[in-house]
Structure formats: C-alpha cells, structure tokens
C-alpha cells in the first residue's frame, strides 16, 4: 500500500528501491486541524515532494525523518491548511499598496489634504485607488471634484470608493475623458450631477470607463512590482491560494512568466472576464484548466453594482434613496446578450462565476442559470455567484436546488452593517445570510474582495463569527443569527474555497496526498474568545512544502 501510494506522487522507482525515502519537510509538536473527516487532529505532518505524504503523531512522523529533512517545532502552536481566498482582484491589491490610501479619511478636509499631499509629491502623476469611504464622515456625504480640484489642478485624480463601483474624478480627470454637462451616463452606469445638471465628478460603475479609458496603462515592470509585492503580502497573510476575478491577457501573462520561473508563492485560478468567453473556448479551455500553480477556464461576470454605491438591484427601492433601487450592469444590457453568453460559454466547458449583490440581481442570475443548465444538460458545473450578499427568501431554496456555490466575503458584513439598515429596512434580515445558506444546504467559499476589504484571512473569519460592526455598535452580531461557526468558517476558506475551484483533490484538508499548503498560527482561534481572532497572527506559510513566510 505504501509503495503503490508513492507511485502515485510520482517518486521514482530508485526511491521505492531504497525502501521509503525522507521527508524534505517535517512539522512536529503542533495541533493540526486537518479540515479531513477521516482524520481530523494530529500533532505532526511530512512532506515530500510538494506533497503531504503522512499525517499523525510525534512519533509516527519522525520515522519519515533523514539526514537532510527541514525540521519544524509547531510550538504547540495550531497548524490549518493554507487559506484559500476564493475571490480577490490580485493586481487591483498589489496596486492599492502604493496608491493613496483615503480609507481612514474621517471628514472631507481630510480626504481632501490627503489628495493634495500627493499631489505635490508626484505632480502631474495619475492619483489612483483611494478607497475612501462616505460613511466614515460625520455627516455622511458624497465627495465632489469641488473637495480637491484646488489642490489638484495640474494632477489628473480618478479615486475610488473601496467598493470598486463609485469613483471621484477631478475636474482635470474629467477634462481629459471629455466629460461634460452634455455626456450621456452609459447603459449600467451613471454620471451623477448636481441641481444645473453637471458631473459632480462621481461616476458609478460602467460610467467610470469613461475616465479609465485614458489612465495610462502600467508598464510591464510596474505591473511585475505590483504583482511581486501582492504576493509578499499574501504569503504574510497565510493565503496559499487565489481565486482572481477579471484576470486581464497582460496580468495572466505575468503569471505564466513567474510560474515558468518558480517565483510564485500562490496557487492562482484566475477568472477571465465574461466577455473574453470566445478567447478561452476557441483555444480548447475548459475549467480548471492548467496546472498546480496557475489554472484557468473560469470567467467573471457582473450582474449590478453594490449596495455601498446604490447601483445593487432590488426588487425594492432604496429607503434613502425611493426612486432607485440600483442598476444592471452593461453587461446586462439586454439581459438576454448576457444570458446567451453565459449559455454559449457554458457548452463549452468554462465555469461561470457571476457578480450579484442585490436581491432581485440574485434572483435574475439564478434564473439564468437555470435557463443554462435546461439549455445544457445536467452535468459537475459549479456555478458560482459572487458576493451573494442580498437575499430575497425565496431564493435560498433556489441556491441549494440548483447547486449554485455562494462565493462569499463576510468582512462586507461588518463594514456595511453600520448603515445598511438605513438603506433596505427589515431587508437586512436576508442579508450575508452565511447561517441561512448553511442550513439550507448551500455550499459557501470565503474570500475578501481584496482590496476592498483586507486580504486577512483571520479578519474574515472574525467577521463571520462574529458580525461585529466596524462601528463597535453591535458588539454581539449585526444579524446575530446569521453567525457561523469558527469551524464552519474555516471550512469554507479551505475545503469550501477548494470544491469551488474543482480542487478537491489536492487542496482544503491536510491529508496525506494533498498539495503541501499550510499555514501555522500564533493563536488556537477554536479555544480564544472570537473577538480576539482578528488579531491572531500568521507564524509561517508553507506552499508546495516550502516556507515562504517565517516569522518564528
């Protein structure tokens, strides 16, 4: 049993000669939670290969010790497979941690110094990113290109809210787009205006290509440093693995360049965006195509914008806001184009994993992709929503019926969950409902939306345990009874994240024959008060059975 095993790792038959070869890896002395039915705690583990080759006690492990294997004391410490964040926009983050960071801009003076210190650092220099959030100034409100068109008038500004569907440009930014009182909003965006009907310099989702379009592009080397610097931070982090959303050619190039090379730290699966579909089906790609390391035949697609920016589409409209209730997006113009393309990408083998965040938008897609699979035929698809944030009741039972995985970022329920009430009611009630999906029977995978939320898996967790509002107003939950488990949480970050990717096999448990991907916590977040997770730190991260982060 023994030999037959390792043949399937792919040891060579010299090794299987000389009887059981050494581990190149060994952690010992730790408090393993496997994530693996059959064998859910250990102290100690081996590596070889790139592979978990046995899982068990002290002393059992040792004895795949040799001359040459790397050594590791757990310290008692709790060793987890390697977190697997199942929806992050990779690029977007590497970026965001040179951008101008406005998050924590507590009132518009300060938002507006910020910009400006910037400016006079790099005149004349694109100011991108920003993530600035409305509701953190008292009163709320909305920024003009009147906040900083005097500290930026030689500097073109195009800074967006932290939910990626809003952004602020200056009146530079809009000169240069060409946009004006007499521009027409496009289909899935709008152009917001003041009362003579002038672009405030807000433009909401498919609107903000209009200022996009003429941002210089990155270089290569600034994209390589970008991409360089995302995965440093990811391997801080104990991400061993990504699910990025809206893969551009030139950034898949990038990987491909570094995975060639053995520089990635990161398992990527990376979502073309859905109108690529044709690119992808006439090469041959089906889903999960590719290898360990970097993995394709996925796409993205938008189905309306975010609650944050009023643009997620409801079947009701917005309490603060009774004439709207959001937008589709341009994809969505018609529905009909996007259901089409969602059925011809289908037939061709690729995964579909659609962005809906309202509730009548949930509801929508889930009628499309029922509408896929009658077109189709039955067969292991893995349909995904993304975000899946608002929910009308009817729908949960949907979900589970129809199979469809939600792709969740609980962190988006703690920060929305300090003002959301005053904009859909009693709707809140439905809303990141991770307890309802669970006991429905709903598949859920966790990420962050990196970078509008932190990449740390430890804060996501938190958020899902506890719904604990940003604000500190709701100490016990916000929605408390849509809380989940820890275990139900890291379930879903590792097993969840990995059947969502079609990576069951080697990824979310560790267990012998698994992909050697784990990470090791300074803190037993199963025996802590919840509230102290969130500032449970990363010790080390071992990817393909190499330490890639170490800070014992």
């Not at 787009?177 to 989702?205: F, H, M, Q, W, Y």
């Amino acid at each position: 049993m023994a030999q037959l095993f390792l043949y399937v790792l792919g040891l060579s038959s010299s090794l299987l000669a000389q009887g059981r070869p050494a581990a190149e890896l060994i952690v010992t002395n730790a408090k393993v939670w496997t994530c693996d039915k059959a064998q859910p705690a250990a102290e100690a583990l081996a590596v070889v290969g790139g592979r978990i080759v046995a899982v068990g006690s002290a002393a059992e492990i040792d004895q795949w010790r040799g001359a040459r294997t790397n050594v590791v004391d757990g310290r008692g410490k709790l060793l987890v497979p390697g977190f697997n964040d199942a929806h992050v926009h990779f690029f977007s983050g590497g970026s965001e941690l040179d951008n101008a960071d406005l998050k924590r801009t507590r009132s518009p003076e300060e938002f507006a110094n910020l910009i400006g210190g910037r400016a006079r650092a790099r005149p004349g220099e694109w100011i991108l990113g920003g993530n600035w959030d409305d509701q953190n100034w008292s009163p709320a409100r909305l920024p003009t290109k009147e906040m900083i068109d005097t500290v930026t008038s030689d500097t073109p500004v195009f800074v967006s809210r932290y939910d990626g569907h809003m952004a602020l440009a200056n009146s530079l930014a809009l000169q240069k787009a060409g946009v004006t009182s007499s521009t027409k909003s496009p289909a899935g965006g709008e152009i917001v205006r003041d009362a003579a009907g002038n672009p405030t310099g807000l433009l909401k989702d498919a609107a903000m290509s209009l200022v996009m379009r003429v941002v210089p592009p990155l270089s290569r080397e600034q994209r390589l440093r970008t991409l360089r610097r995302a995965l440093r931070h990811a391997a801080e982090l104990g991400v061993t693995s990504i699910q990025d959303m809206g893969t551009a050619p030139e950034e898949f190039a990038l990987l491909a360049e570094l995975a060639e090379r053995g520089e990635l730290t990161v398992r990527v699966y990376a979502a073309a965006p859905i109108g690529r579909w044709e690119d992808q089906a006439k090469l041959g790609l089906r889903r999960a195509f590719g290898s360990d390391w970097l993995r394709t035949g996925t796409l993205k697609g938008y189905a309306d914008g975010s609650l944050g920016s009023s643009t997620a589409y409801f079947f009701e409209p917005f309490l603060d806001a009774p004439g709207k209730r959001g937008l589709l997006s341009d994809e969505m113009h018609p529905p009909q184009l996007m259901r089409e393309r969602m059925r011809k990408a289908d037939a061709a083998g690729l995964q579909l994993c659609i962005h809906a965040i309202g509730d009548q938008a949930n509801s929508i897609i889930l009628d499309m992709f029922a509408q896929v699979v009658k077109a189709n035929g039955e067969r292991d698809r893995r349909l995904r929503i993304e975000h899946a944030q608002h929910m009308a009741a009817k729908d949960f039972t949907r979900y589970a019926q129809q199979k469809v995985i939600a792709s969740v970022q609980p962190y988006h329920a703690i920060d929305d969950g300090r003002w959301a009430e005053k904009r859909i009611g009693d709707r809140i009630k439905t809303t990141y409902a991770f307890r309802t999906f669970l006991d429905s029977g709903v598949r859920l995978a966790l990420g962050t939306d990196w970078p509008v939320a932190a990449l740390n898996p430890l804060e996501t967790i938190y958020a899902a345990v506890t719904r604990a509002t940003l604000d500190g107003k709701n100490p016990e939950g916000w929605v408390p009874e849509q809380k989940i488990s820890i275990t139900e949480a890291l379930e879903a970050y590792t097993a969840g994240s990995a059947f969502a990717e079609f990576q069951e096999g080697d990824k979310g448990s560790i267990a012998p024959g698994k992909l050697a991907d784990f990470v090791l916590l300074s803190d037993d977040i199963f025996t802590i008060p919840p509230v102290a997770i969130r500032d449970v730190k990363v010790l080390m991260t071992v990817v393909d059975g190499k330490v890639v982060w170490d800070k014992q």
